[in-house]
Nanobody, 122 residues
Framework: QVQLVESGGGLVQAGGSLRLSCAAS????????MGWFRQAPGKEREFVGT????????YYADSVQGRFTISRDNAKKTVYLQMNSLKPEDTAVYYC???????????????WGQGTQVTVSS
C-alpha cells in the first residue's frame, strides 16, 4: 500500500530554519508530482508548494516564496521542504501529498501523509 511519511518538524524560533522530509513507499515515486500543504488550527488546508515528477519545476505560495524550497530525490523516494526565515504564521501541521500534476489545490492529490507539526515561536 502507498505510504507517505513526513518527518523533521519541531519547535524553532522565528528566523530559524527547518528541513522537512517526506518518504514515500508503495508507488512509482518518480511518476508523481509532490506537493506540500499546511493546516493551522481553525484554518483550512493551505497550499505551500509543489514539484513536478522530474524535479525540474517548482511552484510556491506567495506567502512562502523566497523562503521555502522544495526538492526531491527520486532514487531515495523522498521529497524535501527546506524552510528558512520562519515566521510564527508558518506554524501548522505540514503534509506532503502525491498526485499526477503539480497542482496548487489539494483535490488534485491522491495520496497524503499524516503530517508533521511545525511550531515557530516569536
Amino acid at each position: 500500500q502507498v505510504q507517505l511519511v513526513e518527518s523533521g518538524g519541531g519547535l524553532v524560533q522565528a528566523g530559524g530554519s527547518l528541513r522537512l522530509s517526506c518518504a514515500a513507499s508503495g508507488l512509482t515515486f518518480s511518476s508523481y508530482a509532490m506537493g506540500w500543504f499546511r493546516q493551522a488550527p481553525g484554518k483550512e488546508r493551505e497550499f505551500v508548494g509543489t514539484i513536478n515528477w522530474r524535479g525540474t519545476s517548482t511552484y510556491y505560495a506567495d506567502s512562502v516564496q523566497g523562503r521555502f524550497t522544495i526538492s526531491r530525490d527520486n532514487a531515495k523516494k523522498t521529497v524535501y521542504l527546506q524552510m528558512n526565515s520562519l515566521k510564527p504564521e508558518d506554524t501548522a501541521v505540514y503534509y506532503c501529498a502525491a498526485g499526477y500534476i503539480a497542482a496548487r489545490v489539494s483535490r488534485e492529490y491522491k495520496y497524503w501523509g499524516q503530517g508533521t507539526q511545525v511550531t515557530v515561536s516569536s
